[in-house]
């Protein structure tokens, strides 16, 4: 019969199994004749080598089962020769007399069930080695007065008990390999609905991602388009009012003046949304960034602003965090020039700080500056999102942008599988915490 890998492996296991169980069945046995040898009077020197032999064997073979497990008739074989030698122990520790010890070819019997192997076959090899046994001391036993018949009513017995045991074992081992065939046919059932599931979702997911693209690209162009003659419009308002403003009336200039303020407005949310597209869409391999470094080269930017500000900045010792370095650099100038945009001038304080805590890595920048209303602090994640015009006042002049920076952050602190919030009081100041996964499991 020609079987497969994964039926030899089982088999190998089971028989593996079985002889470990064996030798410590039998070496139990040979504890059980020593500590007793005294009430019963066993012989310890008739038995110790046959016991040890056994105990041996069956490591040697527990050891070797994978040559040894397929050869079915060897595994019959090496049971049948196991009962014999138990019944020569048997036989040299007081053979029928020893009433009790006929528990011992319980065993075999069930150790067959574990080999795979017929437990009846075992069961009747074992009742017929006592046969033979109460044939071999028939005589001995008719002089302590236990007659024939008597004889033959042990060895019924033994039959009839040893077929029983070998019944039961083989009915609760067919129990347990249904039970386990069930399972097994509930796992590969499930897996296979879950690998159906997993291609629909692969392929849904492709097809979402393609749309997605499309999208992109549809909005980059309207938006891209948008802006050449929205500039001109803005131009030539600008012009229009540079010249011919003051033989304007009031209200035509006011209007006019709108026109500009409005043009001027929508052209810096378009710059931004351009901007936004560009960085989320730069491809970027990975790298170890420096937070600190990263930092300090915005800072460096970002001077003009300070100066003007007269802020101060603090930088704490930043730790290192994996990821796409312009990005993440982006991420850091927009938190830094939020910063300063929104603390007053001449008190400004801006505070960098990072740690790494239980896997993640830590980077807050935190300032007193006007604030953010608990009302818009989540809104202010969302593209287009600001807090309104009348409570954005610093220094008494309200405070120009587009509410693409944060968008663009949360966009690419996302894409590096990480969070940003924010924790902020109206009058007191705010700060951002970034979190990213320390090492290198990050980047999407
Ligand atoms: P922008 O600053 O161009 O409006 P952002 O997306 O960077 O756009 O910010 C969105 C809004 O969040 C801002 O309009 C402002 O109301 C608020 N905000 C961001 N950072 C701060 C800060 N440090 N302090 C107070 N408000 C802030």
Request: glycine content about 8%.
């Amino acid at each position: 019969m020609v079987r497969d890998e994964p039926e030899i492996e089982y088999q190998t296991t089971r028989a593996r199994t079985a002889s470990l169980i064996a030798a410590a069945g039998i070496a139990t046995y040979f504890a059980f004749v020593a500590a007793t040898r005294n009430v019963f009077l066993f012989d310890l020197g008739q038995v110790a080598p046959m016991f040890s032999a056994l105990v041996v064997l069956n490591l040697i073979l527990a050891a070797t089962a994978g040559i040894w497990a397929p050869w079915r008739r060897f595994v019959y074989v090496y049971q049948a020769l196991q009962v014999i030698v138990c019944t020569a122990i048997l036989q040299r520790l007081g053979g029928l007399m020893m009433g009790p010890l006929l528990i011992t070819y319980a065993f075999p019997v069930i150790l067959a069930e574990m080999f795979d192997t017929s437990v009846f076959a075992i069961a009747n090899v074992a009742a017929v080695s006592y046969a033979a046994l109460a044939w071999m001391q028939s005589k001995d036993l008719s002089e302590v007065g236990i007659n024939a018949d008597q004889q033959r009513g042990f060895v019924l017995l033994a039959f009839v008990a040893f077929n029983f045991l070998a019944l039961y074992t083989n009915r609760y081992g067919y129990q347990l390999r249904n039970l386990a065939h069930h399972l097994q046919e509930k796992v590969a059932e499930r897996t296979a609905a879950l690998t159906e599931m997993n291609r629909e979702l692969g392929s849904k997911a492709r097809a979402l991602e393609e749309k997605q693209d499309e999208l992109r690209d549809f909005v980059y162009t309207v938006t891209h388009d948008l802006k050449s003659p929205l500039s001109a419009i803005l131009l030539t308002a600008d012009l229009l009012l540079q010249r011919d403003g003051q033989a304007l009336g009031a209200e035509s200039r006011d209007d006019l003046e709108r026109i500009v303020r409005l043009a001027g407005g929508t052209e810096d949310m378009i710059r931004d949304l351009l901007e936004l597209f560009k960085i989320t869409s730069l491809p970027e391999a990975p790298a170890w960034i420096e937070l600190g470094t990263v930092v300090d080269r915005a800072l460096e930017t970002l001077h003009p602003l300070i100066a003007a500000k007269r802020a101060r900045v603090e930088v704490a010792r930043l730790p290192r965090v994996w990821g796409e370095p312009r990005k993440l650099g982006h991420v850091v100038t927009n938190l830094l020039s939020n910063a300063l945009k929104y603390v007053p001038a001449g008190q400004g304080r801006v505070e960098v700080a990072g740690a790494v805590e239980n896997g993640t890595v830590l980077f807050s920048v935190r300032d007193n500056g006007i604030g953010i209303s608990p009302a818009y602090q989540r809104g202010i994640f969302d593209l287009f999102g600001r807090v309104p015009g009348p409570e954005q006042v610093v220094d008494g002049e309200p405070v120009g942008g587009t509410g693409v920076g944060l968008a663009i952050v949360k966009r690419i602190v996302e894409g590096h599988r990480g969070t940003v919030s924010v924790e902020s009081e109206p009058g007191a100041g705010s700060r951002f915490t970034v979190r990213l996964p320390a090492g290198r499991g990050g980047v999407r």
